[in-house]
């Protein structure tokens, strides 16, 4: 049994009061004239009814296979799980593989401002310990207050007007493990995208036609900074997300910041599928509170 | 077993479903120089739309221009225009998808002299 620590308690006691407070929202990822792809590295700011299967990964001797699936409560509220199977492979070293921990991750939207294309989020990772196998998952739980956000800048002058399609997204959180071993970390992360949907849409018709404009080429980052001083590792990932009607595909090449942080460029990719509008009348509604 | 499942999951696919309206294609589009004055705006969309749906087009000095009566049919709004002036316009349009998404978007073209 993990008990957990008094500030994810206080911050799991902020988020329901905060979600039903939380005013409706909409789905996946638009807020005024914006639409926020799903970045692959950086989870974003939006509580939606989404699901990613599968995310690939091979970095450092390591692949990884994922899903998420993230469930709406209420709107501006939603809850996350994710599970993934890891497989080690280092060389001089013996193969670890199996399934990492299963994680946990509520979300809720505080601010929304479709004016100002920005959006607020606050939410709590928490890896469950000693749910995955023993070879690859820690058996101590972790416990990660987070806060998102997103910002378009569709909001900038004329004379900036190229600049409009520009958005960033970040988050960043506070890992606190059970395991007095493990230092804590500042978890942090971003992506700076260029929406091409918006050039064409709000700047500039440059009639590249459907299957360029639903793309938005990116560069996401990835780091941990262990309070103990130990150095701050992680990756940089540059790629492309392209956006369809009901999926989205992305890939991105990891490139390591430091020898700390691994060695050699990596790739990640993903399927996600957006499930408020496969399922706009079922599962993608919010349980409690969602318009018909 | 799993066959089951993978038919289960196809069936859950091919179910009807609608979803966010984007803007696909404008006419005329963001951003255009035009020499002769379009007689009308016409937006077609990624989705059908339900009549909430709508479009302004605005002046440089932010008065909406007059237009005729807005078409909805389908995944298209259609409206009609007066004869412009040169200058600067902007169209600012929303969209409400036939699963109740709401997606919103502005652009400006100009007419020279």
């Known amino acids: 049994m993990h008990i957990l620590p008094k500030g994810a308690v206080r911050a799991a006691a902020l988020m329901l009061a905060a979600a039903i407070t939380a005013s409706p929202g909409q789905a996946h990822g638009v807020i005024g004239q914006r639409f926020f792809p799903a970045t692959i590295t950086t989870d974003d700011p939006f509580a939606a009814d989404e699901l990613a299967l599968p995310t690939v990964s091979r970095f450092d001797h390591e692949t990884d296979v994922e899903f998420d699936y993230s469930k709406t409560i209420f709107p501006g509220f939603a809850i996350e799980v994710g599970m993934g199977h890891v497989n080690i492979h280092a060389p001089g070293e013996p193969r670890a593989r199996g399934f990492d921990n299963l994680e946990v991750s509520p979300s809720v939207e505080l601010y929304r401002s479709p004016a100002h294309e920005f959006i607020l989020t606050t939410g709590l990772e928490w890896e469950v310990g000693g749910t995955g196998s023993r070879s690859v998952a820690e058996r101590s739980s972790t416990y990660t207050p987070t806060v998102k956000f997103g910002k378009g800048f569709g909001d900038l002058p004329d004379s900036l007007k190229y600049l409009r399609p520009l958005a960033v997204t970040g988050t960043v959180g506070y890992a606190m493990t059970g395991a007095t071993s493990e230092p804590r970390s500042i978890e942090w992360a971003g992506a700076v995208e260029y929406s091409l949907l918006y050039l064409q849409n709000n700047v500039r018709d440059e009639s590249f036609g459907r299957l360029v404009s639903h793309l938005t080429p990116l560069v996401e980052f990835r780091f941990s900074s262990p309070t103990d001083g130990s150095g701050t590792t992680g990756t940089i990932n540059p790629g492309l997300i392209w956006s369809g009607k009901y999926i989205q595909l992305a890939a991105e090449a990891m490139i390591p910041v430091n020898r700390a942080s691994g060695h050699g460029t990596g790739f990640i990719a993903q399927l996600h599928f957006y499930i408020d509008d496969l399922f706009p009348h079922s599962l993608g509604r919010p349980i409690f509170g969602g318009h018909k | ?113």
């Open chain 2, 1 to 113: 077993m799993n066959l089951r499942v993978l038919a289960c999951a196809l069936a859950c696919l091919a179910a009807p479903a609608s979803a966010h309206a984007f803007l696909d294609h404008a006419k005329p589009g963001a951003g255009t120089v035009l020499q002769v004055a379009p007689g009308s705006v016409m937006l077609l969309f990624s989705d059908d739309l339900q009549p909430e749906s709508g479009v302004t087009i605005l002046d440089s000095s932010g008065h909406s221009v007059g237009t005729g009566r807005v078409m909805i049919t389908g995944n298209c709004i259609m409206a009609p225009l007066r004869r412009l002036g040169a200058g600067k316009y902007r169209v600012v349009w929303h969209a409400v998808s036939m699963d109740d998404h709401r997606t919103q978007g502005a652009y400006v073209f100009e007419v020279k002299p």
